[in-house]
């Protein structure tokens, strides 16, 4: 069935420092492919979406983009602020019916 | 419009116990879904709905658990006879099924249930 693979946490940074987050996944067809970010205490929001092959999502700084070739779906952001600490998920989507999420993974940064 | 919005936030019960959450999702969306989040682990699917028909079932969703959309607008999970591994936050998440909506669920604070 359908799966996605994304890095064990914490990832603990400093301020202003590159992050990546790798997302990989396995799904027959073209899913979409999400990252949502749950920040403490508050619910799970959409941060960015690609929905076919070569495309690229980005929001609030954060990029990834979708490879087929490689069934990837990486997180990057080229500098991170204290503000970005929170729990990120990768997941993916078939025909709009349930999201299959990743286990998260946690980010701190401090300043 | 004030987004995917579930009652209780917080519930302890004991085991054994019935409890039921509801959902209310953004007013002109037609499809809700329920998720399972336990602690470390990303939310798990459980069930959907489009319109008042329930379309999917999880293998998660054991008999105890039933959930329910009458009117097509707010649903409820109820969990019978509940055991302590049903401890979670349940997350409840609302979509348009149609439109360019590149398939972006909206989700509720979710409901954090404790059995003890």
């Known amino acids: 069935g359908d799966s996605v693979t994304q890095m064990e946490g914490p990832v603990t940074l400093s301020e202003e420092a590159f992050l990546t987050i790798n997302c990989t996944y396995t799904a027959t067809g073209y899913p979409s492919l999400f990252w949502y970010v749950q920040y403490p205490g508050e619910g799970l929001q959409l941060l960015l979406k690609a929905t076919k092959a070569d495309d690229k999502g980005s929001n609030k700084g954060f990029e990834a983009t979708y490879r087929k070739e490689t069934t990837s779906f990486h997180l990057e952001k080229g500098s991170v602020q204290v503000s970005d600490s929170a729990v990120y998920f990768c997941?993916?989507?078939?025909?709009?019916?349930?999201?299959?999420f990743g286990k998260g993974t946690t980010l701190s940064v401090s300043s | 419009d004030t987004g995917v919005s579930q009652d209780p936030r917080h519930k302890i019960t004991k085991r054994g116990q019935n409890v039921t959450f509801r959902c209310d999702p953004i007013?002109?969306?037609?499809?809700l879904y329920w998720y399972r989040q336990t602690l470390g682990q990303g939310p798990e699917f459980l069930t959907y709905f489009q319109n008042e028909a329930q379309l999917e079932k999880s293998r998660l969703l054991s008999d105890r658990f039933s959930a329910e959309r009458p009117k097509g607008s707010f649903s409820t999970l109820e969990i019978q006879r509940t055991e302590q591994g049903d401890s979670a936050m349940y997350l409840c998440a609302s979509r348009h099924s149609g439109g360019n909506s590149y398939n972006e669920q909206f989700f509720g604070p979710g409901t954090r249930l404790t059995v003890l």
């Open positions: 007013s002109e969306h037609n499809r």
């Open positions: 997941a993916l989507t078939r025909s709009g019916t349930a999201l299959i």
